[in-house]
């Protein structure tokens, strides 16, 4: 199983920017996957998810009407779109995916992750 997250970069605040996560060795069909974020000296933290049949997403209090987590069956993706990006939003994004029909907000429910893609925004 591989997870492969992708699609981060420098942006200024107030942008935009996609993260990709493509799995191989297992299906999101099956799987609810989740964004995590982890910035210097701080712990790991929920980002959003989507439950592995698609029809509910959870999001953080800190991103909610900003970000959007969405999914690509046929590319066996999950995408997280930001916008209106603050500097408190800088950190190591990663995706995971957790063999659970909820959307679970912490790290122990996720069995599998990726390496990780760093966004950086600049004030």
């Known amino acids: 199983v591989q997870l492969q997250a992708s699609g981060g970069g420098l942006v200024q605040t107030g942008g935009s920017l996609r993260v990709s996560c493509a799995a191989s060795?297992?299906?999101?069909?099956?799987?609810?996957t989740g964004w995590f974020r982890q910035a210097p000296g701080k712990e790991r933290e929920f980002v959003a998810g989507?439950?592995?049949?698609?029809?509910?997403?959870r999001y953080a209090d800190s991103v909610k009407g900003r970000f959007t987590i969405s999914r690509d069956y046929a590319k066996n993706t999950v995408y997280l779109q930001m916008a209106s990006l603050k500097p408190e939003d800088a950190a190591v994004y990663y995706c995971?995916?957790?063999?659970?029909?909820?959307?679970?907000?912490?790290?122990?429910?996720?069995?599998?992750w990726g390496q990780g893609t760093l966004v950086t925004v600049s004030s």
């Open positions: 995971a995916a957790a063999a659970r029909g909820i959307v679970p907000t912490t790290t122990q429910e996720y069995a599998y």
């Open positions: 060795g297992l299906s999101f069909r099956s799987y609810t």
């Open positions: 989507i439950t592995r049949g698609g029809g509910s997403t």
